[in-house]
């Protein structure tokens, strides 16, 4: 299974970003191997629309699932219609904690926008 984890650097041991649309790194892991390939968020510079434009990047890797810290409302409908599972960290420190919690079904699966969002 592919997931996607927003980090703050590349590899498994990376602190988490808590910021999906806006996080530096976005980490493609396939959980049964645990090969994991770092990625720049396309959506970190962008003037409006990063989570959308980090969704679809996750869409684009084929993952099923997305770990982060936080899910605005353009970024979890693009998620929700790729057919994309969302999971909160929670208090996980690393990219590594975040998937053996995730493996565990430790982790806050979301079912709505967990903020406003930003315009602009």
Do not use: W
Request: aromatic share 6%; proline share 6%.
């Amino acid at each position: 299974m592919k997931i996607v984890l927003s980090v703050t650097a590349p590899g498994i041991e990376a602190p988490i970003d808590p910021r999906f649309g806006r996080g530096a790194t976005l980490l493609v892991v396939d959980t049964d191997t645990m090969q994991a390939d770092a990625h720049p968020n396309p959506g970190v510079n962008a003037s409006g629309g990063a989570g959308v434009q980090a969704a679809q990047f996750a869409a684009g890797q084929k993952a099923e699932a997305v770990i982060s810290g936080d899910f605005g409302p353009n970024a979890f409908d693009a998620l929700k219609a790729a057919g994309v599972a969302m999971y909160l960290y929670g208090d996980c420190q690393t990219a590594r904690q975040a998937i053996e919690r995730f493996q565990a079904g430790q982790l806050q699966q979301v079912g709505a926008p967990t903020q406003s969002g930003h315009h602009g």
